[in-house]
């Protein structure tokens, strides 16, 4: 008979490059579950507890570290080893009170930034799509997988929910997941590269050339130094609104 659904395992070969497991002789490592992130944008937890912070040398010992509830994503505890950890997550560990906002940065394609308790306690979610729920509220989906519900008083008319559009950010609590603030992809908004060859760079919208679709449509962004590039709308991530600052805090030397 066929086999049936995608393999459990993974070879460290095939393992995306940017994660830290390529000086590791073994044949297989970890492939992360069906989650919020796809394989291409995350790291499994088991990875950055052992190989990241360096809280374990084995993944015996890590396994047993997560299992034990020492690690939160997004103020939640998680005990599954191969839990997806992605851009925008807040990673706490739980007995010493460090915290983490995980964001693209060049070359490296991801690091874990410290972040305040002040900070820790919201993420920042790219709407990818919005629907139409019963009872005529609007639902928004976000690039982690989250669905943020907005509830409209007239169906035919609903203008709670105008503002939101797609590819804008919305900053939510957590883990409350409760909307405190939205920032739209205009000119003039300060985002962050999560994808491509300029992934991390942070910079300010100057330009919108909008094709048939994301990927053939053209960003241009200046950066801190006044220095302009472009990548596709599809990498664009919005981190505050448009003529402000960041929501979130960055790398030294990423923004001023």
């Keep these: 008979m066929a086999r049936m659904g995608g393999r459990r395992h993974l070879k460290t070969l095939a393992a995306p490059k940017f994660w830290p497991v390529r000086e590791r002789a073994g044949v297989f490592t ?28 084995t993944a015996r010992e890590a396994r047993k570290l997560i299992a034990e509830g ?23 560990v739980v007995d010493t009170g460090e915290k983490y906002r995980i ?15 002040e900070e820790a306690r919201f993420k920042l979610g790219r709407i990818e799509d919005k629907s139409t729920v019963k009872g005529g509220h609007i639902q928004l989906h976000l690039h982690d997988g989250r669905n943020v ?6 169906p035919t008319n609903p203008v709670e929910a105008k503002p939101y559009k797609t590819l804008g950010t919305v900053k939510i609590s957590i883990p409350e997941q409760r909307l405190l603030d939205y920032a739209p992809l205009e000119v003039g908004s ?11 760079r942070v910079g300010r919208v100057v330009d919108i050339k909008r094709g048939m679709r994301r990927y053939r449509s053209i960003v241009t962004i200046e950066d801190v130094r006044g220095e302009r590039f472009q990548t596709s ?4 991530f919005v981190i505050g609104p448009p003529g402000g600052d960041p929501w979130i805090s960055l790398p030294e030397g990423a923004w001023k």
Excluded: Q
Excluded at 30 to 57: M, N, Q, T, W
Excluded at 110 to 116: A, E, G, K, N, R
Excluded at 149 to 154: A, F, G, H, Q, S
């Design 30 to 57: 970890v492939k992360p579950s069906p989650g919020p992130h796809p394989i291409e944008r995350c790291i499994p937890l088991l990875i950055i507890v052992r190989d990241v912070l360096g809280y374990a040398k």
């Design 70 to 92: 020492h690690f939160k994503v997004d103020g939640r505890v998680r005990r599954n080893y191969k839990f997806p950890v992605g851009f925008m997550d807040v990673l706490e």
């Design 103 to 117: 964001l693209p940065y060049p070359t490296k394609f991801f690091i874990l930034h410290p972040i305040s308790d």
């Design 149 to 154: 519900l907005i509830r409209v008083k007239d």
């Design 190 to 200: 300060p985002v962050i590269v999560m994808g491509g060859r300029n992934v991390g």
């Design 233 to 236: 709308l599809e990498y664009v």
